[in-house]
T-cell receptor
């Protein structure tokens, strides 16, 4: 199927520490993996994404890694700050063809960064 | 450029009432989507429209209908609301060419009593 499992469901870190969130997927045709950040009461916003032809992508303090063989991808946040506190969602799709960009989301991770 | 807009922001209905959630985008995107968000369950796709003139079911379509009114607008209708439809509803759009990024609207918080 197209399920996505996301762990952990909650994550608490001290400011300056690193945070890692992991997602596993089942559909081997998946080729696009975005990560969204959602602050309380706000809309989900894309923070980084990766395609299946790339193993790692970085953008300042955040990075995403993809292991196609094991069917998992992870979000890494370094030097965490209190403003990183939010809910993070992973997602996947089979971009192109008849998928039309339909995203399947993980269950979300509540990240809390303590000052 | 407002991006994706949704109305209303909040709504309270009684069981059996009907309503339509409105969504519009001004980015000339081809594809539009309706998701619902429930605690602990992430976002689940209700319906989508790959392009103007087409609509199709997503993961949880029961109890809903949609209309792609034109390229800009995609509405979601609840014909007979049930308490199980209490949720936050998000509309999203995607260009459909060159990028797979989906942009979300601000959401509608719906409570069915």
């Amino acid at each position: 199927g197209e399920n996505v499992e996301q762990h952990p469901s909650t994550l608490s870190v001290q400011e300056g520490d690193s945070a890692v969130i992991k997602c596993t997927y089942s559909d081997s045709a998946s080729n696009y993996f975005p990560w969204y950040k959602q602050e309380l009461g706000k809309r989900p916003q894309l923070i980084i994404d990766i395609r299946s032809n790339v193993g790692e992508k970085k953008d300042q303090r955040i990075a995403v890694t993809l292991n196609k063989t094991a069917k998992h991808f992870s979000l890494h946040i370094t030097e965490t700050q209190p403003e990183d506190s939010a809910v993070y969602f992973c997602a996947r799709t089979n971009a192109g063809g008849t998928s039309y960009g339909k995203l399947t989301f993980g269950q979300g991770t509540i990240l809390t960064v303590h000052p | 450029n407002a991006g994706v807009t949704q109305t209303p922001k909040f709504q309270v209905l009684k069981t059996g009432q009907s309503m339509t959630l409105q969504c519009a985008q001004d980015m000339n995107h081809n594809s539009m989507y309706w998701y619902r968000q429930d605690p602990g369950m992430g976002l689940r796709l209700i319906y989508y429209s790959a392009s103007e003139g087409t609509t199709d079911k997503g993961e949880v379509p029961n109890g809903y209908n949609v209309s792609r009114l034109n390229k800009r607008e995609f509405s979601l209708r609840l014909e007979s609301a049930a308490p199980s439809q209490t949720s936050v509803y998000f509309c999203a759009s995607r260009a459909g060419w060159g990028t797979d990024t989906q942009y979300f609207g601000p959401g509608t918080r719906l409570t069915v009593l």
